[in-house]
């Protein structure tokens, strides 16, 4: 049976005014939470929703509302109204930057914010936050100072070099130093180290941005040193290597490295500049974990400019260090730019304390969240996995063959991207054996929408969820919230 014209229009004429919705029995509470403005606001918006759901409803020729649809006889009154609006203001007032929990198995994990920040800078962070601060105030002297300043001296120390500064991220930092030193000039880069990392920083379109000509050599699997020097002419203004962090060349290959390219640049007055892109400062090989260049070994090695991030193996805030010869970062530091991509002192107070604990490197694995995650026991993994296994096997339902198993975790954010590191984690499969794509995003979903999502990834027709970023605090959370998986 549908609804006749009439019957809708009657529908339509009990649903309550805003003042009968503000009478409501939760609505002062409302109003002390949220303010007048915004209630009313969410009682317009609800009340205007209802009547667009009894309209469509005539306009299809539904069948008549029931009473317990959402705008059925028995949900027209004020007090359901008011249920509305309180479920729409608690909507609105959730962030839209959440707590998730990580259970992907990649540690720096660009989309969920790569490294977690440790306790010393958390602290310093909220400090800043709260109070005035002598960002740009010598304290000294009594007058303006330069923000670089705050943390200069610390990254000299930890680094070699003769000077610093600091840009909101890495890519900045290359942009920088390229509009600074290289516009209207000739770079060279080997035609290998072109690289792409999260489909917006490509090195050409960085270039081109900055004003700088790509000058390509060499092939994509091997370049020699004689085809730098080849390129070099009167319009070069540096010779430049990149990291290739994201990807890796094998077999028949050859590249050049820093100490071999540093004497040819110097040789004809040009500058050798090196983007580590994650950049380390202390040789990850102490801890089992493979070799990265560090940002010392490549300053001395001849380099006059690096730069490098400090959210990735670095294991601080998102930023972009450039360090080097001190008369190139003075031409970098007077450039338009600079000013531009600066970071704030939100920046700068979480950044000075994680490089303060580099000064005591043999403490980094407990100290620094990102090396703790990186080191973490496989046994330790294997417990939680053995924890969670049975709880997760009653709470999945038995469309799902759960198992613990031993799997593979990655550094991430383009940091050592062939390297994997042993970890341990619950496997989610189709209990019927056969392919479980659907079952499987359903499950994923699910997760997704706990009051703290959580994060995994479906891969070989199983649904992973990793256990190496998951430390304490976040297994309780995860365990007390399993009660809220919808079926």
């Not at 990254?155 to 509009?179: K, M, R």
Request: glycine share 8%; charged share 25%.
């Amino acid at each position: 049976m549908s609804m006749s014209g009439n019957e809708v229009n009657e529908m339509l004429a009990r649903v309550p005014a805003v003042d009968r919705v503000m009478s409501a029995a939760n609505m002062p509470s409302l109003v002390g939470e949220y303010g007048r403005t915004q209630v009313v606001a969410a009682v317009r918006t609800v009340l205007d929703a209802v009547r667009r759901e009894l309209q469509a409803a005539a306009a299809q020729s539904a069948p008549a509302l029931q009473a317990n649809g959402p705008s059925g006889p028995d949900k027209l009154d004020e007090a359901h109204v008011a249920q509305r609006v309180d479920r729409l203001l608690k909507e609105r007032a959730q962030s839209h930057v959440r707590s998730v929990i990580n259970l992907t198995g990649t540690v720096l994990h660009t989309n969920l914010g790569r490294a977690l920040l440790p306790d010393e800078a958390v602290r310093a962070v909220v400090d800043a936050l709260t109070r005035p601060a002598n960002l740009e105030f010598d304290l000294a002297t009594g007058r303006r100072g330069d923000r670089d300043d705050l943390i200069e001296s610390l990254i000299l120390e930890l680094t070699g070099a003769e000077a610093a500064t600091v840009v909101n991220n890495n890519a900045a930092a290359v942009l920088l130093i390229l509009s600074a030193l290289a516009a209207k000039r000739e770079v060279v880069v080997s035609r290998g180290e072109l690289v792409e990392i999260g489909g917006a920083f490509r090195i050409p379109d960085i270039m081109s941005r900055a004003g700088a000509k790509l000058r390509e050599v060499g092939t994509t699997n091997r370049t020699h040193i004689r085809d730098y020097e080849e390129a070099i002419g009167t319009r070069t203004a540096m010779l430049m290597k990149v990291h290739c962090s994201n990807y890796a060349i094998s077999g028949f290959t050859k590249s050049i490295d820093i100490d071999e390219l540093a004497p040819l640049a110097h040789r004809h007055g040009l500058p050798a500049a090196v983007d580590l892109g994650s950049g380390t400062l202390v040789d990850l090989a102490q801890w089992g974990l493979p070799h990265e260049p560090t940002v010392r070994e490549t300053i001395e090695a001849g380099a006059d400019l690096v730069t490098f991030s400090g959210d990735k193996l670095l294991g601080g805030p998102q930023a972009g260090l450039i360090v080097g010869r001190a008369d190139l970062i003075q031409k970098i530091k007077k450039h338009p730019l600079k000013r531009a991509l600066r970071v704030g002192k939100l920046t700068l107070a979480a950044l000075e304390p994680v490089l303060r604990l580099y000064r005591a490197p043999e403490m980094l694995p407990e100290r620094l969240t990102t090396l703790r995650l990186l080191t973490r026991p496989a046994g330790d993994m294997r417990a939680a996995a053995e924890r969670l296994l049975p709880l997760l096997q009653q709470q999945f339902g038995s469309h799902y063959a759960v198992s613990a198993e031993p799997m593979f975790s990655q550094i991430g954010s383009g940091a050592l991207p062939v390297d994997q590191l042993p970890s341990y984690g619950i496997v989610v499969r189709n209990a019927t054996g056969k392919r479980g794509g659907r079952v499987l995003m359903a499950l994923e979903k699910r997760l997704r929408e706990l009051p703290r999502p959580v994060i995994g990834r479906i891969a070989d027709e199983a649904l992973r969820l990793d256990l190496r970023c998951l430390e304490a605090a976040d297994e309780a959370v995860f365990v007390a919230q399993l009660n809220d998986l919808q079926p």
